[in-house]
């Protein structure tokens, strides 16, 4: 805890023993200035008086709240309600020329005034003022109230002749009404209500019940003792002033957050009492004076109908809010879009009115291409940034009647209908593709993304989420078929699908069970002719499936994530084998290397590193040992992050390697920026070599740039000597391929770790 934490914990817990002690000595007070003998009242009026005043200089300066402002219209409340006290005890000593008798009583006058201002305050500062709920309700507090003090305190002498002073009396109620109705409202606003809240409702109905006491001993001539009417005074002026001392009096001058609190019980029975008490006394008083009844048929007719605005208001704002929770339910938070509930429900409709109507559905499945990446260089607020403009030109593009919807992540689905001879679904892809050529303009400037757009189409047959689905399937077509197009979807889609789905829930595990095997394929120096090292390649046999092609599962895994757990367990089990390899051949051997590739998601993960120092350790080998193979296009989708991994494996002395190259992005420039020291020639090349191939040329310049750069050159692929031959004629370094041997399981290896002398060239 921190010495400020500290601190202020002191500060609020001497400020809340301070309240309590306030409030015992002031009622103390109050039941002795009730109960005790006559004499002492004005000495325990004073002691009131002055801790009064004290409290409410002392609490604003303990508590320091945010806004003085309402405390310091009590404290100035205060002060003239002293005065007026004051005034009062030396009027009835008879100290007061008759010309000033009416001084102490309009005295009050400023201090009902200081205490409503603070009210109001309050009620801003605290955004109560747009709680309809609290305002009406406090008016029903408010007029009824009314309704009781005309009938028995102002009406009952309107005949009479009453003088100045029994007059001003008279109309005090009126000022305790209105505070009643702001102090009401405080009360039944929303927020918290602490205990300096309610100090303050019980300092206004103390103020209330004493000012109508004294107002029938002084205006009605009622009998009622001063002793009574001095308590509840006192008792209002030590309430009042002592709300200021509890610490919970900052949150009074705070915007509340609560939710309002609507028509619970207790707020129930009290409109009720509110307004059967009023209209019934009307029914069961006689008239009285035409004017009175004019006055009381006004007052109950303001309650119904405040009552009446009640009923709408609640009314009203339930609608509100079932259309608030609606749309939410209904609709994406981020872009404002219908979300997969509306367009699945808005889809359904559409199919009810197809067949009769002769309408083609279709839906676009949109996916913005590589959209990760924006996200892991600017941010996820620039992502989000994206994702709105994006739906904002999706909407611009559509009709009015067609539906844009965001279903998740970075994808969208439009939905459309009308007359199958129009293909508008297609006219409509083929439009979005063009447009998203244009760059978008976000808070960092200019951005270009492509789309990806999968297109199914119904007459009304196919259930809304499946052709949801069916359109999702398209849109991966279109990814697998180079991104930045469209794909119409077709039966055979679902039978791939459904075929991926079974691949990838057998492929879940697949390293647990021990279905998973390392094949290794030479690699042989030119040169010589001798073995310099081996491609580790994962295979995978099912039992469920049979042997697997890495072709069709080595996507799946990637996409998974699953090639992470088992990218892991090729590298362990190649280094493994290695070493075995290697103390079989012994120190004097030729040294001996291991390729292993490496997925994007490991350049990504920073357990990479940790992952190969372990592993070399483990078994004692050499960095240099070990190749570790990357693809152009899986480093450039994030530089940055595989740099940082790639520089770090490169100073542990792990030698990397550039698989596939020329398929990527085969820029020199991003090739120098890879700290690589050998260069893998795809087989795709490589096949058109020797003989005159139409490929040598581009192979011939691959060689030279790499050879200009320090790089060594394995090329893969290799089937024909006549491909062998070229290839060693324009100085590559390494290759591999069927010509020596396939890949295979290392018990069918020995024969390549046991042989010594150089191959044969021929």
């Known amino acids: 805890m921190t010495h400020v934490q500290a601190t202020g914990q002191a500060r609020t817990a001497r400020a809340v023993l301070e309240f309590r002690l306030h409030l015992c000595v002031g009622v103390a007070l109050v039941v002795t200035l009730l109960a005790g003998p006559e004499q002492l009242s004005s000495p325990i009026m004073a002691l009131l008086l002055a801790q009064g005043m004290f409290a409410i200089h002392r609490g604003p300066r303990l508590n320091r709240p945010a806004d003085e402002r309402p405390w310091r219209y009590i404290r100035h409340g205060s002060w003239f309600f002293v005065a007026s006290s004051l005034l009062r005890v030396v009027r009835e000593m008879g100290g007061l020329p008759e010309w000033l008798t009416l001084l102490p009583d309009l005295l009050t006058v400023p201090a009902y005034l200081m205490v409503g201002f603070c009210f109001m305050v309050m009620l801003r500062q605290r955004l109560a003022d747009d709680d309809d709920s609290a305002r009406i309700d406090a008016l029903l507090v408010g007029l009824s109230i009314a309704f009781l003090t005309w009938v028995f305190l102002?009406?009952?002498?309107?005949?009479?002749?009453?003088?100045?002073?029994?007059?001003?009396?008279?109309?005090?109620?009126?000022?305790?009404?209105?505070?009643?109705?702001?102090?009401?409202?405080?009360?039944?606003?929303?927020?918290?209500?602490?205990?300096?809240?309610?100090?303050?409702?019980?300092?206004?109905?103390?103020?209330?019940?004493?000012?109508?006491?004294?107002?029938?001993?002084?205006?009605?001539?009622?009998?009622?003792?001063?002793?009574?009417?001095?308590?509840?005074?006192?008792?209002?002026?030590?309430?009042?002033?002592?709300?200021?001392?509890?610490?919970?009096?900052?949150?009074?001058t705070e915007p509340q957050g609560g939710v309002t609190?609507?028509?619970?019980?207790?707020?129930?029975?009290?409109?009720?009492?509110?307004?059967?008490?009023?209209?019934?006394?009307?029914?069961?008083?006689?008239?009285?004076?035409?004017?009175?009844?004019?006055?009381?048929?006004?007052?109950?007719?303001?309650?119904?109908?405040?009552?009446?605005?009640?009923?709408?208001?609640?009314?009203?704002?339930?609608?509100?809010?079932?259309?608030?929770?609606?749309?939410?339910?209904?609709?994406?938070?981020?872009?404002?879009?219908?979300?997969?509930?509306?367009?699945?429900?808005?889809?359904?409709?559409?199919?009810?009115?197809?067949?009769?109507?002769?309408?083609?559905?279709?839906?676009?499945?949109?996916?913005?291409?590589?959209?990760?990446?924006?996200?892991?260089?600017?941010?996820?607020?620039?992502?989000?940034?994206?994702?709105?403009?994006?739906?904002?030109?999706?909407?611009?593009?559509?009709r009015a009647e067609d539906v844009v919807s965001r279903i998740g992540g970075d994808e969208f689905v439009v939905a459309l209908a009308g007359p199958p001879s129009e293909r508008l679904g297609e006219q409509l892809a083929e439009r979005l593709i063009a447009e998203f050529n244009r760059p978008f303009s976000l808070s960092i400037g200019d951005v270009v993304t492509s789309v990806s757009i999968g297109v199914a189409r119904s007459g009304g047959d196919v259930h809304a989420l499946d052709l949801i689905r069916d359109a999702d399937t398209s849109m991966y077509k279109a990814k697998s078929n180079g991104r930045n197009m469209y794909a119409l979807f077709d039966a055979s889609m679902r039978d791939q699908v459904q075929d991926r789905v079974r691949l990838e829930q057998?492929?879940?595990?697949?390293?647990?069970?021990?279905?998973?095997?390392?094949?290794?394929?030479?690699?042989?120096?030119?040169?010589?002719?001798?073995?310099?090292?081996?491609?580790?390649?994962?295979?995978?046999?099912?039992?469920?499936?049979?042997?697997?092609?890495?072709?069709?599962?080595?996507?799946?895994?990637?996409?998974?994530?699953?090639?992470?757990?088992?990218?892991?367990?090729?590298?362990?089990?190649?280094?493994?084998?290695?070493?075995?390899?290697?103390?079989?051949?012994?120190?004097?051997?030729?040294?001996?290397?291991?390729?292993?590739?490496?997925?994007v998601r490991q350049l990504r993960d920073g357990s990479l590193v940790r992952l190969v120092d372990d592993a070399l350790r483990e078994h004692g080998l050499q960095p240099s040992a070990l190749w570790l193979e990357i693809t152009e296009s899986g480093v450039m989708e994030d530089l940055e992050t595989a740099l940082l991994t790639l520089d770090a494996l490169r100073t542990m002395g792990v030698t990397l390697a550039v698989d596939d190259f020329g398929t990527g992005y085969s820029s020199l420039s991003y090739l120098d920026r890879l700290p690589v020291g050998i260069v893998k020639i795809d087989r795709s090349f490589v096949s058109g070599v020797g003989g005159n191939g139409a490929k040598e040329p581009i192979v011939r310049a691959v060689l030279a740039m790499t050879r200009a750069m320090g790089h060594r050159v394995v090329a893969e692929g290799v089937e024909t000597e006549a491909q062998r031959d070229w290839l060693r004629e324009q100085g590559c370094d390494l290759v591999q391929g069927w010509l020596y041997s396939k890949a295979d399981l290392p018990a069918n290896l020995t024969a390549w770790i046991d042989r010594r002398p150089a191959l044969s060239q021929a």
Not at 182 to 204: D, F, I, N, Y
Not at 517 to 542: C, K, N, T, V
Not at 581 to 593: C, K, V
């Open 506 to 599: 057998a492929l879940r595990g697949a390293v647990e069970r021990g279905e998973l095997a390392a094949h290794f394929q030479p690699i042989i120096d030119l040169a010589s002719g001798e073995l310099d090292g081996f491609e580790a390649l994962m295979r995978w046999y099912s039992p469920e499936l049979g042997h697997v092609s890495p072709v069709q599962f080595i996507p799946i895994a990637e996409e998974t994530g699953m090639i992470e757990e088992m990218g892991s367990w090729l590298l362990r089990e190649s280094v493994r084998q290695l070493a075995e390899w290697t103390e079989r051949r012994g120190p004097d051997a030729r040294p001996l290397h291991v390729s292993v590739n490496v997925a």
């Open 154 to 252: 102002i009406a009952p002498n309107l005949a009479a002749e009453m003088s100045g002073s029994q007059l001003v009396n008279a109309v005090f109620p009126v000022f305790d009404v209105t505070i009643l109705v702001l102090g009401a409202r405080l009360m039944l606003s929303q927020g918290a209500r602490q205990p300096a809240l309610w100090t303050l409702v019980l300092a206004c109905a103390a103020l209330f019940t004493g000012d109508v006491l004294y107002c029938l001993r002084e205006a009605l001539e009622v009998g009622v003792p001063q002793q009574l009417v001095d308590a509840f005074l006192m008792l209002m002026f030590v309430l009042l002033t002592g709300a200021s001392m509890h610490p919970s009096m900052r949150s009074l």
């Open 261 to 398: 609190r609507d028509l619970s019980r207790g707020r129930t029975v009290l409109i009720v009492a509110m307004v059967i008490l009023p209209v019934g006394l009307t029914a069961l008083m006689p008239p009285g004076t035409p004017m009175s009844y004019v006055f009381r048929a006004v007052l109950c007719m303001a309650l119904v109908l405040t009552v009446l605005i009640r009923v709408i208001r609640s009314n009203n704002s339930r609608a509100r809010a079932e259309q608030i929770s609606r749309r939410r339910v209904t609709h994406d938070t981020l872009t404002d879009l219908p979300n997969r509930e509306l367009l699945t429900e808005t889809v359904s409709h559409w199919a009810e009115r197809a067949a009769g109507e002769r309408l083609e559905i279709s839906l676009l499945f949109l996916d913005l291409d590589r959209f990760k990446m924006i996200n892991d260089n600017w941010g996820h607020r620039i992502g989000d940034e994206l994702l709105r403009a994006v739906a904002a030109r999706l909407v611009q593009q559509v």
